[in-house]
């Protein structure tokens, strides 16, 4: 009973992380964002109606660390920093887009 109870606790479930990873208000706003071409913090800040700069930067920094984006710092003043999307990030994109197409067949649905 033990090899079993140890088994299902190390059993990993990849839609449950692809979940978590994506988890916080501002982190798919912040993909589509980047996916229109917009880089730099200040512009997620216009871009995305009414976020926190503190929270903002965390959660950039947790989608930097899960790999779904990189961060280039520019030696320059005032201080540059641009973000872009990884291969994972761009996947990331690919499967919005179809879980956008999803959520348009639910809203066809409440019009019938």
């Given at each position: 009973m033990e090899i079993q109870e140890k088994a299902a606790e190390n059993k990993v479930c990849p839609l449950e992380i692809?979940?978590?990873?994506?988890?916080?208000?501002?982190?798919?706003?912040?993909?589509?964002?980047?996916?229109?071409?917009?880089?730099?913090?200040?512009?997620?800040?216009?871009?995305?109606?009414?976020?926190?700069?503190?929270?903002?930067?965390?959660?950039?920094k947790e989608m930097e660390q899960d790999g779904i984006l990189t961060k280039e710092?520019?030696?320059?003043?005032?201080?540059?920093v641009e973000y872009s999307l990884t291969d994972i990030g761009k996947k990331l994109v690919e499967a919005l887009w179809l879980l956008n197409d999803w959520g348009k067949l639910l809203i066809d649905k409440e019009k019938v």
């Amino acid at each position: 009973m033990e090899i079993q109870e140890k088994a299902a606790e190390n059993k990993v479930c990849p839609l449950e992380i692809a979940v978590n990873t994506i988890s916080g208000k501002w982190k798919i706003p912040i993909v589509w964002q980047i996916n229109e071409g917009k880089k730099r913090p200040s512009e997620f800040l216009r871009g995305i109606g009414k976020v926190d700069r503190r929270v903002l930067n965390q959660q950039l920094k947790e989608m930097e660390q899960d790999g779904i984006l990189t961060k280039e710092s520019f030696n320059e003043l005032p201080p540059r920093v641009e973000y872009s999307l990884t291969d994972i990030g761009k996947k990331l994109v690919e499967a919005l887009w179809l879980l956008n197409d999803w959520g348009k067949l639910l809203i066809d649905k409440e019009k019938v």
